[in-house]
């Protein structure tokens, strides 16, 4: 039997990562990764590689990212894993040792049991093949349902309709990202959808998925209504992939892999890193989901310098993040309002909207801001922007440092920062600013 090192499990962001942070640490080390994708695709770009016009090539994640820093990569399916004896088991037949393993078997999407949804006209939004199926279905279809209306789902429907498609979403809460958004914001994404003629059905069940002929879907909802199209696009969320680690006796809940402060499992020499892992929140320090690209990164930084010996603890997730809809981005750290409400935190909000360039500048737009404090600390736990333009990740990025720095209320009614005419607005009117004065007023 063959060993090495470490071995890796799966060949997402925290699979590429650990190899990453453990070569630039020891590049002595012999380390394989198995995956059972033969090519990856970047997740988080699908939607946008919808259209004829954009090379599927593009959005290919190069196997090299793992061979060209030291690592062997295998493409198969490990079917089990022995922690007793330190050893992973594959579908081919190859047995292979490990001195520390690394789980990041992701997570895969969610198929509601639903009649129909296998038809051949249906996909969800996760694999190469998914991206592959979704160009074809929009270079000969003209209408398009788009069930879930979290991030991935509406932009899918961004993406269709800049291309010309017809869409309709549906969603079964009563507003679209609900789970991820303040709610004060909710409405002026809808309003964009709707002006840019993306049909929302919110409130709204799929009842069962009907193929009459093939190049025709029926949808039909719940009530008895029924909306006909050429495609259907599944975007109702994902399923974390535990089962491997259950199987091997590791611990696990409905949230995913345990793992201690060091992300190493109930297994001696196994850590587990990615969307297959347990989250707990950095705030909070409680179980949270959070299936994040840039979670996968953080979590094997850390991982992989405890494999090298440095004894790093992580603190938990900030869950930032970030869309865009139509010209607008969206940009969001911490927990919610909602979230904050469910943990029993005492909460206080602040809201500003300041414009984005000096108000004698041409193009003014107005940036929202809702900033979300714990009143009995007056600590930063949450925050969410909306703007015109492409900057709301940058201002998500902020909050989240300002939330891991354990910025209070009053940090950020004073903190220093830059203005320009064409970039932000008057030195007075800073976002964060005038959003944490609304807070002091309301304590």
């Not at 961004?158 to 609900?178: A, D, F, T």
């Not at 719940?222 to 696009?233: I, Q, R």
Request: hydrophobic residues 45%; contains cysteine.
């Amino acid at each position: 039997m063959e060993k090495r090192d470490v071995v890796i499990i799966g060949g997402g962001p925290a699979g590429r990562v650990a190899v990453h942070t453990l070569h630039a640490g020891n590049p002595g080390l012999s380390i394989a990764l198995i995956k059972d994708e033969a090519i990856n695709v970047n997740r988080c770009a699908v939607p946008y590689g919808i259209p004829m016009t954009v090379p599927l090539e593009k959005f290919q994640i190069p196997n090299s990212l793992v061979t060209d820093f030291g690592a062997e990569l295998i493409i198969d399916r490990v079917k089990n894993v022995d922690t007793q004896k330190q050893t992973v088991h594959t579908d081919s037949g190859k047995s292979l040792g490990y001195r520390d393993l690394v789980l990041a078997t992701g997570a895969r999407p969610v198929i509601p049991p639903l009649p129909g949804a296998d038809l051949p006209l249906i996909t969800p939004v996760r694999y190469l093949s998914d991206l592959s199926r979704l160009k074809a279905f929009a270079a000969a279809g003209q209408r398009a349902v788009v069930v879930g209306g979290g991030y991935i789902g509406i932009e899918v429907a961004v993406e269709l309709r800049r291309i010309g498609i017809e869409v309709s979403v549906v969603e079964m809460l009563p507003n679209i990202m609900m789970e991820t958004t303040e709610p004060e914001f909710i409405a002026d994404i809808e309003n964009r959808l709707v002006a840019n003629h993306v049909r929302l059905l919110t409130g709204t069940k799929v009842a069962s998925f009907e193929q009459p002929s093939k190049h025709e879907i029926v949808v039909h909802l719940a009530g008895g209504h029924t909306v006909t199209a050429d495609f259907v696009v599944l975007s109702v969320g994902v399923a974390l992939n535990t089962e491997l680690a259950a199987a091997a006796g590791l611990k696990t809940s409905r949230l995913g892999v345990w793992t201690d402060d060091f992300l190493q499992t109930s297994a001696p020499h196994v850590y587990a890193s990615g969307d297959c892992v347990e989250k707990r929140s950095f705030i909070t320090g409680k179980p949270c989901r959070g299936e994040f690209g840039t979670n996968a990164v953080f979590m094997s930084k850390i991982v992989g310098q405890n494999i090298l010996g440095k004894k790093k603890r992580f603190p938990g997730v900030v869950n930032a993040n970030a869309t865009s809809v139509f010209g607008w981005s969206l940009g969001q750290a911490g927990l919610t309002e909602h979230m904050a409400d469910d943990a029993g935190i005492r909460v206080v909000t602040g809201m500003s909207q300041v414009p984005d360039k000096y108000p004698m500048m041409d193009g003014v737009a107005p940036v929202h801001t809702k900033l979300i404090f714990n009143g009995d600390t007056r600590k930063l736990i949450g925050g969410c922007i909306l703007r015109k333009g492409v900057g709301a990740a940058q201002c998500a990025d902020f909050v989240s440092l300002a939330i891991q720095m354990g910025a209070t209320v009053d940090d950020l009614l004073v903190f220093q920062y830059a203005t320009h005419p064409e970039q932000a607005a008057k030195p007075s009117h800073n976002i964060f600013t005038v959003a944490a004065k609304d807070a002091i007023g309301r304590m």
